[in-house]
């Protein structure tokens, strides 16, 4: 028994031994480190940076394409499998934080790339590019190109549905025809630069602060991934033409605050003609009163005041007295004159409550 058991650990000792002798004669190699072999015959036994690509460069022409070459212990070295590295490919845009990406794309966006090749976790090789973006032409669109003084158009760029939340950051802006085709091509040259010192006018918010008269109209693009932000061209079509408004309106309440008391304290029939309409009245004391006597129109919804003027009655001889207080009566609006470089025609009727 005992015999027999001696024989067993001298037969597992020669086999180990055997398989030392085989592995030292052609067994695997420790690895010590790899590297890329491009195909131009270079290599990276740094990292390497390929290069700059404007957008829009095929991947085709970047790919330096390479091998993945193992450099053993010995110094000897072998062309690697592809299961036997691993590959991840890093992106970082101009617009966000970047991350790992599967691949990279036919057509590369803008951005920094990054191509890491590992084995065994601790060996790595790394080659880079960047993809620069690219100017684009925008162009301006409107609705219309023509408009009244209150009526707001809908301003836009093309390929605006590309920029999505990033639309509201595009800025409109215009400049009235006969001044800008007074520059000289020198300032010409210079506007898309300093366009904020030729007496632009800024429409994204409401083009109501146009006098009427005919523009050129550009935008100021930011920059979106793949394209360098840009200030669009003044052409004739982006020309575009504000009208003078008409504005009718009827059966208008008017807030009215009305100086009965202090015109008609002592009478009992007063006309009308002789009461003061106002928007306010404050009494100051002693007496006296601060009185605002313009009114202003606003949008129907409330969301923009287009004019301003003042009231006047419709019949200013109807008399009346204390007991019609309560009482509706016609009125008109005037257009206060400021305003008459907006308006072709301006009619307004509504009411006012005698108090």
């Known amino acids: 028994m005992k015999k027999s058991l001696i024989g067993l650990i001298g037969i597992c000792l020669f086999s180990v031994a055997g398989l030392a002798i085989i592995a030292a004669c052609g067994g695997s190699k420790k690895l010590n480190h790899i590297y890329l072999k491009f195909a131009d015959g270079s290599d990276n036994k740094a990292e390497v940076y390929v290069g700059e690509f404007d957008y829009g460069t095929p991947f085709s022409d970047i790919d330096p394409g390479y091998t993945v070459i193992a450099v053993a212990d010995d110094r000897t070295e072998r062309e690697m499998s592809e299961e036997e590295y691993s590959v991840t490919i890093t992106y970082d845009n101009r617009l966000e934080t970047g991350g790992n990406i599967d691949e990279i794309p036919a057509v590369p966006d803008a951005g920094y790339y990054e191509v890491k090749i590992e084995a065994e976790n601790n060996n790595s090789s790394i080659y880079s590019f960047v993809v620069n973006p690219v100017d684009r032409q925008y162009t301006v669109t409107f609705e219309k190109r023509s408009w009244s003084y209150i009526d707001v158009p809908k301003v836009s760029i093309s390929h605006i549905e590309e920029f999505g939340e990033q639309a509201q950051d595009i800025n409109y802006y215009c400049i009235e025809i006969g001044a800008y085709n007074a520059l000289t091509d020198e300032q010409k040259e210079d506007f898309k630069e300093n366009y904020y010192d030729y007496g632009c006018n800024y429409i994204s918010g409401s083009p109501l602060v146009l006098q009427p008269g005919t523009y050129y109209a550009f935008a100021e693009v930011p920059a979106l991934c793949n394209y360098n932000s840009v200030v669009t061209d003044i052409t004739p079509g982006s020309s575009f033409t504000v009208t003078k408004a008409t504005l009718t309106r009827t ?62 009655w419709v019949d200013g001889d109807q008399e009346v007295s204390a007991a019609d207080i309560g009482k509706r009566y016609a009125v008109e609006f005037v257009l206060d004159e400021s305003q008459e470089n907006y308006f072709s025609n301006v009619k307004i009727t509504g009411y006012v409550t005698l108090n």
């Open 251 to 312: 059966d208008v309440e008017f807030d009215a605050q009305i100086m009965f008391e202090v015109f008609a304290p002592n009478k009992e029939t007063v006309k009308l003609s002789e009461l003061m309409i106002c928007s306010s009245i404050k009494e100051m004391g002693d007496g006296g009163y601060s009185t605002n006597p313009v009114f202003y129109i606003d949008n129907e919804d409330g969301s923009i005041t287009l004019t301003y003027g003042t009231l006047r």
